[in-house]
């Protein structure tokens, strides 16, 4: 029963993934959402056998049916991402019993999931953090965790989260950070509530300063490059939001016995 558990998991974050690559086409574009999927290149509506995630790309060999043009890596790459993603989060929270508490946290593991992709792509891409994107996320985020975490829990961990990216824009005059990151950082508050919120800060931090390091010592970037803090942060979020007790108990270990 569990590995059809698992079927069903995959195939729906395929779906997701397919959701994902064509709504962040649509928003760099300035498109509806809504509408029948189109090659990017030739316009062409795409048919429903030619639309299905991850199959149709090897199907296809890789071009539109029509103009022949390659189609982007990053469709079956997102689309398999996403479905390892969901299923690593299923199997995170999952814990044998199909109640309402458990069912509603998987739900909401999801949702948080599939609003940090979106985040991390765009972000590692274009170096934006859209508000049409954040708000949503905030709203959702803000009305799922009332149901795992108090009103004030939530509002400390939002105001201490976007606080710090606040205080950064200020004293740097928005040149370290923009307010699309002071946004960000209210929603990863909302994501993982006090205290949780200062692991992903760390986590996140920490992963961008070796990244970044690695890239300036092989030359492909410098020290005034810009940086996508919100593809790191994201993955910050992600780690926390199914591992977080974990961590936390890993460190307190390190510290009372020293190792």
Known sequence: MIYFFYFIVILLGLIIGSFINCLIYRLKNKQAITGRSFCPQCKKQINWYDNIPLLSYFLLRAKCRWCRKKISLQYPLVELITAMLFLIVFIATYNLQLT????????????????????????????????????????IAFIFNLFFYNLLNLLLAALIAGGFFFLQFIVSRGQWIGGGDIRLGILIGLMLGWPNILVALVISYVLGSIIGLGLIITKRATMKSTVPLGAFLSIG???????????IEWYLNINLYGF
């Open 100 to 139: 309402t508490y458990n069912l509603l946290l998987i739900l909401r593991n999801w949702t948080f999931t599939a609003f940090l992709i979106i985040i991390f792509i765009y972000d590692f891409k274009y170096y934006l953090i859209l508000d049409k994107i954040i708000i949503p996320a905030i709203i």
């Open 237 to 247: 979020t992600f780690i926390s939001l199914l591992w977080v007790d974990k961590i």
